[in-house]
Nanobody, 116 residues
Framework: QVQLVESGGGLVQPGGSLRLSCAAS????????VSWYRQGPGQERELVAT????????NYGESVKGRFTISRDNDKKTVYLQMNSLKPEDTAVYFC?????????WGQGTQVTVSS
């Protein structure tokens, strides 16, 4: 079956960096658009970044533009989220998502906490 497994979350000080990874299995990873979403305490899930399968187009949420970078390695079936200049408001559970037409898959999430 399809699995998406996130890793790389943790506790980081404001201004610090983290890189999240999401390893996929059970699907033809290269044909899927991949995204990162996040859900903070008491908040709705929001889109962080998307990277399309073809052409490599990206889209970022306004609050992370210029600080976060999404990338993928199709050979490793992995999507990454490089997060720089982290702020306390970036604290959330981060989820990866793979989507193609009506097919959509989610990981279980990884906690990112930004605090001094």
């Amino acid at each position: 079956q399809v699995q998406l497994v996130e890793s790389g979350g943790g506790l980081v000080q404001p201004g610090g960096s983290l890189r999240l990874s999401c390893a996929a299995s059970g699907l033809t990873f290269s044909i899927y658009d991949v995204s990162w979403y996040r859900q903070g305490p008491g908040q709705e899930r929001e889109l962080v970044a998307t990277l399309t399968s073809a052409g490599g187009s990206t889209n970022y949420g306004e609050s992370v533009k210029g600080r976060f970078t999404i990338s993928r390695d199709n050979d490793k079936k992995t999507v990454y989220l490089q997060m720089n200049s982290l702020k306390p408001e970036d604290t959330a559970v981060y989820f990866c998502n793979a989507a193609r037409y009506r097919f959509q898959y989610w990981g279980q999430g990884t906690q990112v906490t930004v605090s001094s």
